[in-house]
Every structure is written in structure tokens, then in C-alpha cells.
């Protein structure tokens, strides 16, 4: 054995010698074999695969140089030497694995060593009286106790194997204190070994336990490089918007050269909101003309008014007229969960306007952000605060934000905080409020022009069928009229579509109509009430038109419209309308009789006893005094101020307001239940006409009411739309 071992050792030291000239590899590779040799011994499998295993990856400069050696020690070995070889290219791929696992058996041998027991526990099982037979024999040489105990691994020395050493698994019933003095006394070497020392065990469990912190910070890091998908910003995608690590940086949206398709000319209706904004531009465009006389161009402007006026519209306007960079944002996008994350993006973004400056920022529903401090319930030093308190450093601190314009936009501008309303801050507070008459018009104008109208169709009339219309509102109304043109087939919009729309929008959906029968006249002489009690009322508002047709939850609807749009109404108007709410119930109880009074009148009551507490705790229109008994904080945004104010007011005071606000609903239901009775002539016959037709317009209306009474002058209007 030891003469073949040495033999293979000197002809792999002489491959490794004659290619030794070739680098470092020979060489290292015949140090390998001048160890086989020195030590005389001949490696057995392990060694064997270990060579296979260099052979495998050095085989290009190695192959060759061992068949020729082997020629020195005859042709026996040479044939052997290149069967070795061929063998080596035929299963190249299969060895390597072999050598793989070798490798990582001899780095973790406590692995290795639960690998060669399990085989040898799997393979060969004692059982417990043999054991002890064995034992009292003498033939146990070791024992290794696993499992507190109960599993031995034992070495034992098997006469039916030749006396050689066999590992065995015994199934133990527990350690008593006999079996370890009979260890002692037959001097068996055992040892205890618990779950500690199991080396793959531990590898196992570390690797569970940092399994999901893995995968889950490798799926964010996927996924953050999957939605950047090779943009721009830092490598690896961490710098776009949608990076998680970026959420401190603003979200507003940057443009260079804004390109809103919305110039000045496409806003109409709130001229002076308008002018002032064209001044910021102008300032912007030509800022010498101002400068030189000493002004500074505004820091703020702050657009006030109810929803769909335009605010927003305007500041598109601005974006597409300055010609500057433009930063927009919500309110909303500032405040987050976490801490501190509102106040890094308002940095951020003022970082970025002064790099662009001037520019103008363009901040919409800026309530969100900009509440009134310490109103909240439970403290004031939230997140949202302390976003608003860096917007109040960056808008007008220390540094100043020079070249920066700051547009707000809000409808809820009671509760913004004192501190962002100052000048230096918002110099200016423009009230963008529902267009007038001639505003309805300009905005109709702008929205009509890719429509197309037949001749009979008015603007004029339509925006004085509109009172109270924003601007968004006579948009939608002219997309409708055009849908339902285009419903009903037709080529242009007509006024019937016009005042469809206009029902459509304030009353609802057109419901089922109702079948002859007591409910339809009931109906009638309901709506009849209402316009005979109105069109007899001095100071009420002239009828448009009495229908029969359901819209939303009414059965019927009596349209009134304002001959122009008043600025201030006077006690005898409210009156008048309080009496014409009610003549509907007046007519009821009149004509049908107390018992037969019907739940149709509840929006009506509603209505009746609103403006009846406005006459008294409002306006002051009655005899609790010439003064608001309302508290203005009452109708404010802080949930604590509006539960004081119910508390602030004496019993006295409280029953004086219910009793003139009793005083005057009575009041105008006795004058409508008189209108009632001294016309009921003339109600049956309108009725009776109104049943059969189901829409009558105001002028056939009053037509056929100033036949049997004089109808007072200030409730004929002048110019009226009628449809």
C-alpha cells in the first residue's frame, strides 16, 4: 500500500514539476502531492475526491502532464492515469458537486457530524436490553446522550461485523443514576449534549428569524426600482417621488413654463378678483413700472369664496399668463402621520422656489394645513401645527422668501389661523363670490361657445333664471341642456332643454307622474296656494312656473324668480316669502278641510321656520330687539366654542325668541289662509287648467289671476323668462 501511495505521489509531482514553469498553480498543486508523499499513506476516498476535484477545474494545463509521467512508472500506470482522466471529462460536472459538498461538510462538521448520525442512526437501531447486555459485556465504548436523555448514540464493538466498531441508536427510558455508575464502572466514555450545541440547529433558527426582515427589505428595494423603472434621480431609483425614502420631499407639481390651456379670457364673472390678479402679473412682467415709484410686489393673495366660483380657475389663469415657474399643491399633502414629515416637505418646497425664483406657489385648500392653533380637542401640538408653524417661518421668518408668490385658495376662511392672515403673509384677501346678472351672462358666454343654440335662446334669460348660480353651476347646466338635446335627438339646444336642466339641477330628477285622482288635485291646489299667496304678497318674488311634475321627493314645484339680484332684502320681503311657504298648507286646510291636511308641507315648515328665527336672532326684525342674539362663534369651525355658545343665552332670552319667531309664522299663515278664502274662485279655475296642461307659466298665470283681483305692482316683473 505504502509503496503504490508513494508511487502516485511522485507521479503527480512530476505532472505538477513539468508544468512548474506555467504559474502558480502547478506549483501549488505539486505541493499538494509532496505531502501525499511525506506522509506515506495513502488517502482513500476523501483524498481521492479532493483530486478530482483540482483535476476538474485545472484540468486544461494539468491532463496532459500526468499521462506522460505516468509512462516513467510503466504502461500499467499510464493506462490507469488516463481511464482516471477520461473520467474526470464523462463526469466533470457530477464530481464537482461531490467536491462541493465535501467542502462545505468539512466547514461545518457539526452539520457533517448530524449528517453521518442520522445515517448511521437511520440505518442500524438497538434495543434497550441488548444495550444493556452489551453494556455488562464490556462492548460499549461511548455513548452520546441526546433529547434530556432518551436517544443514545451508541459505539459499540459488534462480534458479527468482526469486532469492529458499529454506531447504533438505543431508545433509552430516561438517565437514572445505575445506568451512569455503570457507565464509570465499565469506564465508558458518554456525554450530554443539548440543543445548543447543535450547530445546524442554531444556523436554522438564525435563518428563520432573518428570513422575513429579508425578504421584506428586499421587496421594497424591488419594488421601489421597479416603479422607477430607470428614471431619473440618484442610482438605483431612490430619488423619484415615489421612492419610500423620499416622503419628506414636496409633492408639488413643478412647471418651468406652466401650459394650462387657461388664460385670463376664459374667466368671467368676478372681474375684480380678476384685476387684481392681472396686476400680479403685470408686476411679474414689468416689474419696473412699480418699483420705480417704490412698490414691492405682493407676498400672498388669499382666494376666498363658496365652492365652484372660480378660485381655482383663476389660479390656472395665472399660471398660464405669468410666463414664471409655477408650484402647485393641495393643503392635504402636507399632513401625514408621522411626525415632522408636513414641515420637511413645506421646506422643501420653498428650497425649490428659491431656486426657481420668482415663481409663484399655488396652495389650494389651504384650510387643511392652515386651522387656527390649539382649537383641536385633546391639545394643540399635533403634526398639522407644527406644518403650519414652519409655513408661517418660510411664507414671512427671518430669511424672508424674496421673489416668491404665495396664492391660497379656501372657502372655509373663518378658521384659518390669525398668524397666516397678516400681511407679509397674505397681503391681500380677495372675495371670489357667486357671479351677478351681468357675471351669469359673462360666464354662460364663455361656456357657450362650442355650443350650438337655437335663436330663440337667450343668455340673458337664462341667467336670470339663476340667481344664486357659481360659475361651475352654469357649466353644468349648459353640458345637461346638451345632453339632453342629444338625447331627444336634436341638432341645437333649445329653451325647453334650458329648463329642464335648470329643474333637473335644483329639484332633482323628474319622477313618475301622478294619474288623475285625489293626490293629483291635491297637488294642484297645493302649488296653486303657493303662487296666489306669493303673487298677492307685496315684496315676494314674481311666479316663473307652476308644475305638476314630480322632481326629486316633491310631488309638485312652484318656481319663483327675482326680477334682478338684490343685495340687501328688506322685513316686508321675508314676510312675503314666510307667507308664501305657507300658502301650500293654507290651501290644503282651506279647501280640503283640517282632517285631510297632508305631510306635503314639511320642507315648507322647514323653510318657514328658518327665516322666521333669521327675522329675530339674526337681522333683529321683531320685538326681542334691534340686535343678533346669534353668537358668531357658534357657526364657527371649533367644536368647543359652538358648545358654549348654546350655553350663553338665558332662559328669558331663549323663551322671547321662540315666542316671536311663533308670533311671526302665525302671523303669516293667518294672512295666507285669508288669501286663500277671498280667492277661491280663481284658485279652482287656475287649478282646473293646471290639471290639464300640468306646467303653467307665470304669465298665463297672472293672466288669468288679474281677472279677479288687482295683483300689486311690485310683484309684476318687468322682464321675465318664461319657458
Request: negative net charge.
Amino acid at each position: 500500500m505504502g509503496d503504490r501511495s508513494g508511487r502516485e505521489g511522485t507521479l503527480f509531482c512530476a505532472a505538477m514539476d513539468s508544468r512548474a514553469g506555467e504559474g502558480g498553480v502547478g506549483r501549488a498543486c505539486g505541493c499538494v502531492a509532496d505531502a501525499c508523499v511525506c506522509g506515506g499513506v495513502y488517502v482513500s476516498r476523501v483524498s481521492r475526491v479532493l483530486t478530482r476535484w483540482v483535476v476538474f477545474f485545472f484540468f486544461a494545463r494539468v491532463g496532459d502532464a500526468l499521462v506522460c509521467a505516468a509512462a516513467k512508472f510503466g504502461a500499467e500506470h499510464q493506462a490507469e492515469v488516463r481511464q482516471v482522466v477520461e473520467s474526470i471529462e464523462n463526469s466533470g460536472r457530477r464530481d464537482a458537486l461531490k467536491g462541493a459538498l465535501m467542502a462545505a461538510a468539512t466547514m461545518m462538521p457539526g452539520l457533517a457530524m448530524k449528517a453521518n448520525a442520522a445515517d448511521d442512526v437511520a440505518s442500524s437501531r438497538m434495543s434497550y436490553s441488548r444495550f444493556l447486555e452489551y453494556l455488562d459485556m464490556g462492548r460499549v465504548k461511548k455513548v452520546d446522550l441526546y433529547e434530556n436523555g432518551t436517544i443514545a448514540i451508541v459505539e459499540a464493538v459488534s462480534p458479527e461485523l468482526g469486532n469492529r466498531i458499529q454506531r447504533v441508536r438505543v431508545q433509552l427510558p430516561g438517565t437514572s443514576s445505575e445506568l451512569l455508575k455503570k457507565f464509570r464502572e465499565k469506564n465508558v466514555d458518554f456525554a450530554a449534549h443539548n440543543n445548543t450545541e447543535d450547530n445546524g440547529q442554531v444556523f436554522l433558527n438564525l435563518l428563520g428569524n432573518l428570513a422575513f426582515p429579508l425578504l421584506l427589505v428586499g421587496g421594497l428595494f424591488l419594488l421601489t426600482r421597479r416603479q422607477q423603472g430607470g428614471g431619473g434621480g440618484m442610482p438605483g431609483g431612490m430619488g423619484g417621488p415615489n421612492n419610500p425614502m423620499a416622503f419628506g420631499k414636496s409633492k408639488a407639481k413643478f412647471q418651468m413654463e406652466p401650459n394650462t390651456g387657461v388664460t385670463f379670457d376664459d374667466v368671467a364673472g368676478v372681474n375684480e378678483a380678476k384685476n387684481d390678479f392681472m396686476e400680479i402679473v403685470e408686476f411679474l412682467k414689468r416689474p419696473e413700472r412699480f418699483t420705480a415709484v417704490g412698490a414691492k410686489i405682493p407676498k400672498g393673495c388669499l382666494l376666498v369664496g363658496p365652492p365652484g366660483t372660480g378660485k381655482t380657475l383663476l389660479a390656472k389663469a395665472i399660471a398660464g399668463e405669468a410666463g414664471v415657474p409655477f408650484f402647485s399643491i393641495s393643503g392635504s399633502e402636507f399632513v401625514e402621520m408621522f411626525v415632522g414629515v408636513g414641515a420637511s416637505r413645506v421646506r422643501d418646497l420653498f428650497k425649490k422656489a428659491k431656486e426657481n425664483a420668482p415663481c409663484i406657489i399655488f396652495v389650494d385648500e389651504i384650510d387643511a394645513v392652515g386651522r387656527s392653533r390649539g382649537t383641536g380637542v385633546g391639545g394643540g401640538n399635533d403634526e398639522r401645527e407644527q406644518t403650519l408653524n414652519q409655513l408661517l417661518t418660510e411664507m414671512d421668518g427671518f430669511e424672508g422668501n424674496t421673489g416668491i408668490i404665495v396664492i391660497a385658495a379656501t372657502n372655509r376662511a373663518d378658521i384659518l389661523d390669525p398668524a397666516l392672515l397678516r400681511p407679509g403673509r397674505f397681503d391681500r384677501q380677495v372675495m371670489v363670490d357667486v357671479p351677478d346678472l351681468a357675471g351669469r351672462i359673462e360666464i354662460l358666454g364663455v361656456h357657450a361657445k362650442n355650443k350650438r343654440f337655437e335663436e330663440e335662446v337667450d343668455l340673458e334669460m337664462i341667467a336670470k333664471r339663476t340667481p344664486g348660480f357659481s360659475g361651475a353651476d352654469l357649466s353644468n347646466l349648459l353640458n345637461e341642456a346638451a345632453i339632453l338635446c342629444g338625447r331627444r335627438g336634436k341638432t341645437a339646444i333649445s329653451l325647453s332643454e334650458v329648463d329642464d336642466s335648470v329643474d333637473r339641477i335644483v329639484a332633482g330628477m323628474e319622477g313618475t307622474r301622478l294619474s288623475d285622482g285625489k293626490a293629483k288635485s291635491l297637488v294642484a291646489y297645493h302649488e296653486v296656494g303657493h303662487a296666489i299667496c306669493g303673487t298677492l304678497t307685496p315684496g315676494h318674488d314674481p311666479v316663473q312656473k307652476v308644475t305638476l311634475i314630480p322632481r326629486g321627493q316633491a310631488k309638485g314645484l312652484t318656481w319663483f324668480i327675482p326680477g334682478e339680484d338684490p343685495s340687501l332684502i328688506s322685513k316686508q320681503q321675508i314676510f312675503a316669502r314666510v307667507v308664501g311657504a305657507l300658502g301650500g298648507r293654507a290651501a290644503e286646510e282651506v279647501i280640503f278641510g283640517e282632517a285631510e291636511v297632508t305631510t306635503g308641507a314639511s320642507s315648507d315648515l322647514s323653510q318657514v321656520a328658518s327665516m322666521a328665527k333669521q327675522m329675530v336672532t339674526t337681522f333683529g326684525m321683531s320685538d326681542v330687539g334691534p340686535w343678533a342674539t346669534d353668537d358668531g362663534s357658534a357657526s364657527g369651525g371649533d367644536m368647543i366654542m359652538r358648545m358654549m355658545a348654546r350655553n350663553s343665552m338665558s332662559e328669558k332670552l331663549a323663551n322671547d325668541i321662540d315666542v316671536a319667531t311663533k308670533r311671526i309664522a302665525d302671523e303669516a299663515y293667518e294672512v295666507a289662509v285669508k288669501q286663500i278664502r277671498d280667492n277661491r274662485e280663481v284658485i279652482d279655475v287656475i287649478t282646473e287648467e293646471l290639471l290639464e296642461v300640468e306646467t303653467m307659466t307665470g304669465e298665463r298665470f297672472r293672466e288669468i289671476l288679474s281677472q279677479y283681483v288687482k295683483i300689486p305692482e311690485e310683484n309684476i316683473p318687468r322682464e321675465i323668462a318664461m319657458v
